[in-house]
């Protein structure tokens, strides 16, 4: 068994080799905080290769190596703590302590720059940390107190899938921005509509904000729908609903095609009728927390907010392995469209018995999905229905 795998295995320990005290808490504790330090640090050494510019006044902060250096001591002592607590093996407290103190030797809290900017292609390996500690420390927390699936553990099947798609939308942020504002540019180059664009521009924040809420979800439960409906495009969104648990991470499990063809529509009419600046990174940031929490594995019961917005229950029905649940609740904020359109389906006080599709046709691992719509299909395959009984930045 490699090395790898061998620490992958102590993540998923059995729940009696996880016990509190076990040290494999503070192990596990002990290997993210040392992952996250050498990122961090990889992004000081190299910021024109791993660093956002958006992210370069936070990078230059003198709060920032401040948090770096605690990080590092957290990583060392929590996986001090494995080493000596751990009974059933040190692999976690070793490579905890390796990792943080490989970031010490790059530079730790100290590095600065050495590598030049090569070309201004970037990754955002310091954007991916950001999002993993933000979401994270937001929603484990949650989902441990308030789980609908209480036996599910954090590390649960099919995470290193997850992570791995959430590590490379991160790193490709760049061109995953670019591709997306490309249709929305480009229609502004053949119509610039000035005087429609100032008017909206001009309108207070909280209207602008609303609009930009209700426009954007119109267009995203349309083309949501497409991809339930048109078989070929079903390949690509099939890879999003063959996640079987439910989560904060299962929503970054969306095919790369379709995270550009999703977004870049639904920038559409938020970018080329000139809302502001600031109506739109707030409905950008807002959208992100959005799409995690209704994904969450979370059991809140809201009997009457489940009206008029979207709630996990609403959206766990989306991802319901259940016939009752093709093809349904396609709305990513506002219900009302799926009961205006007829797709709207929540049973009273039920939750999906399981998640995923009929058969798990889709193949585990994100190359294999990756590759997944381009291979010839089964031609047994009457219609989108029948493959996948189950009906995302869905």
């Not at 992958?8 to 992952?35: D, H, K, N, T």
């Not at 996640?243 to 970054?252: R, V």
Request: positive net charge; aromatic residues 14%.
């Amino acid at each position: 068994m490699s090395l790898r795998t061998r620490l992958l295995s102590e993540f998923e320990a059995p729940e009696a080799l996880r016990r509190f005290g076990s040290g494999w808490l503070s192990g596990v504790i002990g290997v993210i905080l040392g992952l996250a330090s050498l990122a961090l640090v990889l992004s000081l050494l190299a910021p024109g290769t791993f660093s956002t510019p958006e992210l370069t006044a936070l990078r230059q902060g003198p709060g920032f190596r401040i948090i770096l250096n605690v990080l590092l001591v957290l990583a060392f002592t929590c996986s001090a703590l494995s080493l000596a607590l751990r009974r059933q093996g040190p692999l976690l407290g070793i490579a905890g302590v390796s990792l943080s103190l490989i970031a010490v030797l790059l530079g730790g809290s100290n590095a600065h720059s050495v590598v030049g900017d090569p070309s201004p292609a970037y990754f955002g390996l310091d954007f991916f940390v950001l999002r993993m500690a933000f979401t994270g420390i937001l929603f484990i927390p949650v989902e441990r107190l308030f789980a609908h699936r209480k036996e599910q553990p954090v590390f649960r099947t099919e995470w290193r899938e997850d992570l791995f798609y959430f590590l490379l939308s991160s790193m490709l942020v760049q061109i995953l921005t670019y591709l997306t504002f490309a249709p929305a540019r480009s229609i502004l180059a053949f119509a610039p509509l000035t005087e429609t664009r100032a008017w909206v521009s001009a309108l207070p924040f909280v209207v602008q904000f609303a609009v930009i809420m209700f426009l954007t979800d119109v267009v995203q439960y349309w083309v949501h729908r497409s991809f339930h409906r048109i078989p070929w495009l079903w390949n690509f969104h099939a890879v999003h609903h063959s996640a079987q648990s439910m989560d904060w991470m299962a929503g970054a499990r969306m095919h790369f095609f379709e995270i550009v063809a999703l977004r870049s529509l639904t920038v559409i009419p938020m970018f080329v009728l000139g809302f502001g600046a600031g109506p739109m990174n707030a409905y950008i940031f807002v959208v992100y927390l959005y799409a995690t929490f209704v994904h969450a594995n979370i059991g809140w019961k809201f009997p009457v907010i489940e009206k008029f917005f979207v709630t996990p229950r609403f959206h766990h029905w989306h991802h319901g392995i259940e016939k009752e649940a093709i093809d349904v609740n396609f709305a990513v904020h506002f219900p009302l469209l799926d009961k205006l359109f007829g797709t709207h389906h929540l049973p009273e006080n039920r939750w999906p018995e399981g998640y995923g599709i009929e058969g798990h046709p889709v193949e585990r691992g994100y190359w294999a999905q990756f590759m997944h719509p381009f291979r010839r299909k089964k031609p047994q395959q009457p219609d989108v229905a029948a493959e996948k009984q189950t009906p995302s930045e869905s």
